[in-house]
């Protein structure tokens, strides 16, 4: 197939499953000979600087508080250097300001991806705006089916397609857990090597719901003396939840890694991996748990069902309910001949329908008119 240039417009390059996807599609467009560059609505973000050590070209418009009109502006002056592109938005905010930088710009192809759920009641001038903005979007794609049956039945539309094209991750990076690794993570918590090791990867930010989850493992670690809980990731939440670590109880059995390089590495010394969240599209987190062959429980919400399949691979619970986070957790520690069981399954599922090249593939189709 013939090369292609594709600008990535996203609201920046922050660390999160939204932005590491970005990433990595880029990564692997340019290995199929793709031209790639991004735009950032705010600004650059803390792996802007990954993308640009290769030479591609990340700019930042710097977006105000408020409707920018200024932001609009100068997103269109970079468009217009390569008014000949495939323009892939991420999320609602930026599909709405690259359409109005690009208004009658001569675009290959307008592609948005909606990497959350959406709202059961879409309300306020941003939805509005974004729903309106998708009348001349070529196509919408969301990263879960149960997101596109809800865009269907709200009667979204666009001008082309609305499909459903889930995540994908490198599977190459992530081997199976073991018990060296385990070890190895054990003592670098200052755990006993026999310690029941619960961790979760994600922003600390309300949408993921980590203070749930922390007021659950207080429950948890009555019930199981031996358990700690390992939580990797940062965000402007860590000392309200720290301190409600410690007002727990639980301050010495609770291990705040921070943001960590070596994610793959420390999800191979877990035993249960666990994801709290309010809100989720489909999450990379839990593909890297099944990748990790981890048993996994997680809240039901958005796309976790697709990947979290109950008494299979793992336990899913309501969501902003500690006490059946909590029992979950306890009901699948108690079986504990079944962890690895649990843990194969989520691994082979994953490596028939989770890999990054099916998701590639996918946006190159996406990217060429019919």
């Known amino acids: 197939m013939s090369a292609l240039d594709i600008t990535h ?9 939204l932005e590491r996807v970005v990433i990595e599609l880029i990564r692997a467009q340019r290995e199929r ?8 609505l705010f600004q650059h973000g803390k792996l802007a600087p990954e ?5 591609i070209d990340v700019q930042a418009v710097g977006k105000q508080a408020g409707f920018d009109f200024g932001a609009v502006g100068r997103a269109r002056r970079l468009l217009l250097r390569h008014p000949r592109t495939v323009l892939h938005t991420h999320n609602g905010m930026s599909n709405y300001y690259a359409g109005l930088a690009s208004w009658r710009l001569p675009l290959l192809r307008r592609v948005n991806t909606y990497h959350s759920m959406p709202p059961e009641r879409a309300s306020g001038r941003a939805e509005w705006l974004y729903r309106t903005s998708l009348r001349h979007t070529d196509v919408l794609a969301a990263v ?24 994908g991750i490198q599977l190459e990076r992530f081997a199976p857990a073991d018990r060296e690794r385990h070890a190895w993570l054990a003592a670098e918590l200052g755990a006993p090597p026999d310690a029941l090791l619960l961790g979760t990867v994600g922003r600390l930010h309300p949408a ?34 720290e301190q409600l670590a410690a007002a727990g ?8 890694l921070g943001d960590r390089d070596d994610v793959a590495g420390l999800l191979r010394g877990l035993d249960l991996f666990v994801l709290s969240s309010r809100t989720e599209g489909y999450s990379m987190a839990l593909l890297e748990a099944c990748a990790s062959a981890l048993p ?4 039901d919400v958005g796309g976790n069902s697709e990947i979290v399949r109950e008494g299979i691979n793992g336990r899913l619970v309501r969501a902003e309910d500690s006490a059946a986070l909590a029992q979950g957790i306890i009901d699948v520690l108690a079986v ?9 399954a989520g691994r082979e599922w994953v490596m028939g329908r989770g890999s990054f090249r099916a998701m590639a593939d996918a946006y190159d189709g996406l990217y060429r008119p019919a």
């Open 208 to 241: 993921k719901d980590q203070a749930n989850l922390i007021r659950a493992f207080t429950t948890v670690g009555h019930a199981q003396p031996r358990a700690r809980l390992v939580l990797v990731g940062d965000g402007a939440l860590r000392l309200e939840l």
């Open 336 to 344: 504990p001949e079944r962890l690895p069981e649990m843990g194969r």
């Open 144 to 167: 879960s089916e149960l997101a596109r049956r809800r865009f269907v039945e709200q009667g979204v539309t666009t001008r082309g397609q609305l499909v459903t094209v889930p995540n």
């Open 33 to 40: 000979g793709h031209h790639c560059r991004v735009i950032c």
């Open 9 to 17: 417009f996203v609201e920046n390059l922050e660390r999160g499953g």
């Open 296 to 299: 996994i429980v997680a809240t």
């Open 249 to 256: 109880g639980m301050a010495g059995r609770i291990h705040f």
């Open 51 to 55: 993308l640009q050590a290769q030479g």
